[in-house]
């Protein structure tokens, strides 16, 4: 299965923390580049942190300092820990699979931050 699969959402309060999951089976995914967006009601999907196949990171400056993308080739994973979460980050999660030219989008999870 190379769709991706995400867990770990859920509702915090502000300030709190939540460590997002994606779990990425299948061939590849090594070479795999990984990544972490979100989509807010009524807004676009937006990119919240990449990670490349050899670990280099990028995040808008929106999160920059407050989430953290990470990956473990061994177990097929990737990881997006989120710290002093604020409301506006309140949105669905999806996770992200570029392999070889093709994309594959998880189901997403939902992150709700109460103020």
């Known amino acids: 299965q190379v769709q991706p699969v995400e867990s770990g959402g859920g509702l915090v309060q502000a300030g709190g923390s939540l460590r997002l999951s994606c779990a990425a089976s299948?061939?590849?995914?090594?070479?795999?580049?990984m990544g972490w967006y979100r989509q807010a009601p009524g807004k676009q999907r937006e990119l919240v942190a990449s990670i490349t196949s050899s670990s280099s990171t990028n995040y808008p400056s929106s999160v920059k300092g407050r989430f953290t993308i990470s990956r473990d080739n061994a177990k097929n994973m990737v990881y997006l820990q989120m710290n002093s979460l604020k409301p506006e980050d309140t949105a669905v999660y999806y996770c992200?699979?570029?392999?070889?030219?093709?994309?594959?989008w998880g189901q997403g999870t939902q992150v709700t931050v109460s103020s």
């Open positions: 992200n699979r570029e392999t070889f030219g093709r994309t594959y």
């Open positions: 299948g061939s590849f995914f090594r070479v795999s580049a």
